[in-house]
């Protein structure tokens, strides 16, 4: 079956400590996104990817990272520099760089020790 | 920047009975999505619009698109209780590369 998975569901993180989300998908998407939601809150993107080796800065990009290595995998890092990553984190994936529907992953649950 | 407002943010309606709730889009957008998000859950794509005039329906949710009023609505008839979810309405604007979402509404449908 074809789809987004990311791993772990929830992730504790200790002050200070660089936590890294797993996300992959065998859509044979081009384009890949991340977004952070707060409680009762909409989606803000953080970073996204039109291309494997390329990625861009979304709205909050300060204390993230991320690479593209491979088409299928866009992992987020949340650094020691973000001081409030308590938050439900989507990645999201779509055909192709012109955009169109993007599908989202099950999503990761981080939560602060 | 492109701003997406939503409304109402909160709604609570019986069984049976009708309401929209509204998307607004402040600059010109190629496309205009909308999602359905369960308590705890991801993001399941509900419809696509992708003209002027454009209208998709799906059971009891229908969506349309009015892109010189920069305006799209999604139309719950005779509401039941498996439409309790947050929705949220997704622009395409034209020279970007991602989606801007809008806060969200979360319906209730009390029985």
């Known amino acids: 079956d074809g789809g987004i998975t990311q791993s772990p569901k929830y992730l504790f993180r200790k002050e200070g400590q660089n936590v890294t989300l797993s996300c992959e998908q065998n859509l044979n998407h081009d384009a890949m996104y991340w977004y952070r939601q707060d409680p009762g809150q909409g989606l803000r993107l953080i970073y996204y990817?039109?291309?494997?080796?390329?990625?861009q800065k979304g709205d909050i990009a300060e204390g993230y990272s991320v690479s593209r290595e491979k088409k299928e995998s866009f992992p987020l890092t949340v650094t020691s520099a973000q001081k409030n990553p308590t938050a439900f984190y989507l990645c999201?994936?779509?055909?192709?760089?012109?955009?169109?529907?993007?599908?989202f992953g099950p999503g990761t649950r981080l939560l602060v020790l | 920047e492109l701003k997406v407002e939503q409304n109402p943010l909160f709604l609570s309606m019986q069984e049976g009975k009708n309401y929209t709730i509204y998307c607004n889009y402040s600059?010109?957008?190629?496309?205009l999505y909308w999602y359905r998000q369960d308590p705890g859950k991801s993001l399941e794509s509900l419809f696509v619009?992708?003209?002027?005039?454009a209208v998709k329906q799906e059971g009891r949710l229908m969506a349309s698109l009015d892109t010189k009023a920069r305006l799209s609505t999604l139309h719950i008839t005779a509401a039941v209780h498996d439409l309790s979810a947050t929705y949220f309405c997704?622009?395409?604007?034209?020279?970007?590369?991602?989606?801007?979402f809008g806060t969200g509404t979360r319906l209730t449908v009390i029985p």
């Open positions: 999201a994936s779509s055909i192709g760089a012109t955009k169109g529907t993007q599908y």
């Open positions: 990817s039109q291309i494997v080796n390329d990625f």
């Open positions: 619009l992708l003209s002027n005039g």
């Open positions: 600059t010109t957008s190629d496309r």
């Open positions: 997704a622009a395409d604007p034209a020279g970007a590369n991602n989606l801007f």
